[in-house]
Nanobody, 130 residues
């Protein structure tokens, strides 16, 4: 099947930057979406940024939460099956566990049929503190 693994989290001072990576592995055919969510303690998981590829919407589209617009940039390297989240000018309120979520069309090795569904990574912690 498909597995997503995040990396790049850590502790950073306010105003600093981090780049998160989400590497997908498995019998991947194409991405339909690639997104990042976050969840802070005591809060619901929220969408941070999401790419919908040209496989779904002509020309593709990108969506950002209002709280990160102008500071975060999401990208997808389809050749490497890796999504990135460049986070700049980080604020303490950005502290959370960040999860990648991608809807991927993949080949099931058991029956050779192509399926599509959403997959989640295990999360990576981002802490913004002085």
């Amino acid at each position: 099947q498909v597995r997503l693994v995040e990396s790049g989290g850590g502790l950073v001072q306010p105003g600093g930057s981090l780049r998160l990576s989400c590497a997908a592995s498995g019998s991947i055919y194409q991405f339909y979406t690639a997104g990042w969510y976050r969840q802070a303690p005591g809060k619901q998981r929220e969408l941070v940024a999401k790419i919908t590829t040209g496989a779904i919407i002509a020309g593709g589209s990108t969506t950002y939460a209002d709280s990160v617009k102008g500071r975060f940039i999401i990208s997808l390297d389809s050749a490497e099956n890796t999504a990135y989240l460049q986070m700049n000018n980080l604020k303490p309120e950005d502290t959370a566990n960040y999860y990648c979520n991608s809807t991927i069309q993949y080949r099931n090795n058991a029956d050779g049929v192509y399926y599509a569904r959403a997959f989640w990574g295990q999360g990576t912690q981002v802490t913004v503190s002085s």
